[in-house]
């Protein structure tokens, strides 16, 4: 079986615990080196696993990983006595620290013809300008006037269009094509993303439907993430901005003139119509649908194939199609059982 990322020269047990503030249980051998990660029921003894939820307590008692970051309440727990037991408040988030340390890698799209430079088949045009360190992958095209930082990666494939402005050490992933945008540091889009492309405006009228221009532009700023196939439609009146650090899963549509605010989750199938805008912090699980024009406020959650209509409070948790208040939502939930249960009729009244 290939493996796909580079495996690093590991970490000891002592390194990791200074790299986590996780606690040695008594005894711990801090020389083990750990290489790799796993469950808690596939680890073996070159891994380190973590365990944080009482439904796997028996995977613990039979697990042979080299080292298992657990929760202090799990401390008594029957671990083997082999097992190097390290005790945190958090233990997946120290787990995922220890993920990072070991594949660096895995954290942004690579080359994928291991190109250092601009390879000799991509196409690059005499008026780009590239920093130092820039690194372009055979078959990629940067257009005139165009502008990339040090440190950054144009995979196969990948389109760069004219003007674009891409900030220092991003990662623009195989075939995702960047047109009429300016792009800050640190930004990942993944394969097959389109950014910069026509939004979706017609006037309609009794001889069909009359084209709108798309002139403004999409602007994303520092560290954020756009996942694979995701479409951000360039602005009609104003510019589509996705605020820094904002995380967007794939196959996610952002419409013209959308406002994302800082920090944002967005996952899969979420679709955000026209001109609507989004506080910093809010959460939207998958499938949920933003109508045009609507403000979401800062710090709420969508439920996930949420329909949201109206303009949803700062804070607030939503779900439901249309969407509503999570307790209006089980309210409405709760009495529709009892409706078909007792056939319309109150509890305890005879049939």
């Known amino acids: 079986m290939p493996d796909f990322f580079p495996k690093s020269s590991g970490l000891t047990v002592g390194e990791i615990a200074a790299l986590t503030g996780a606690g040695p249980r008594s005894g711990v051998p801090l020389d083990r080196r750990i290489f790799d990660i796993a469950p808690l029921d596939m680890a073996a003894a070159a891994d380190i696993t973590f365990l944080d939820n009482a439904k796997y307590l028996d995977d613990l008692t039979t697990t042979r990983a080299g080292a298992c970051l657990l929760a202090p309440r799990f401390h008594a727990a029957a671990a083997p006595p082999t097992l190097a037991v390290l005790v945190t408040s958090e233990p997946y988030r120290a787990f995922v620290a220890v993920a990072r340390a070991l594949f660096p890698a895995a954290l942004r799209p690579s080359s994928l013809f291991g190109t250092s430079g601009r390879a000799p088949d991509a196409q690059v045009h005499p008026t780009a300008r590239l920093e130092a360190g820039v690194n372009v992958d055979p078959l990629a095209v940067v257009g005139p006037g165009a502008k990339i930082g ?34 800050g540091d640190r930004v990942i889009i993944h394969a097959g993303a389109r950014i910069g492309q026509d939004g979706f405006g017609y006037l309609p009228g009794p001889q069909g439907h009359q084209k709108i221009p798309q002139s403004r532009r999409v602007i994303v700023q520092d560290d954020v993430e756009i996942g694979a196939n995701a479409t951000i439609d360039r602005g009609s009146t104003r510019d589509t901005v996705i605020g820094e650090g904002t995380k967007i899963d794939n196959l996610v549509q952002i419409a013209h003139n959308v406002m994302i605010g800082r920090h944002c989750m967005i996952a899969g199938q979420v679709g955000i119509s026209g001109s609507a805008k ?74």
């Open 278 to 351: 989004v506080g910093d912090f809010a959460m939207m699980g998958g499938k949920v649908g933003i109508a045009d024009h609507v403000n979401v406020g800062a710090g709420a959650m969508l439920g996930a194939q949420a329909g949201v209509m109206s303009d949803v409070p700062a804070g607030a948790r939503w779900v439901g199609s249309p969407a509503q208040p999570v307790r209006d939502f089980m309210k409405g939930v709760a009495a529709l059982r009892r409706l078909v249960r007792y056939g319309g009729k109150s509890e305890g009244e005879g049939t």
């Open 150 to 183: 040090a440190g950054t990666l144009i995979a196969a494939g990948a389109v760069i269009g004219p003007q674009v402005c891409i900030g220092r050490d991003c990662a623009i992933g195989p075939g995702a094509t960047v047109l009429h945008a300016l792009i």
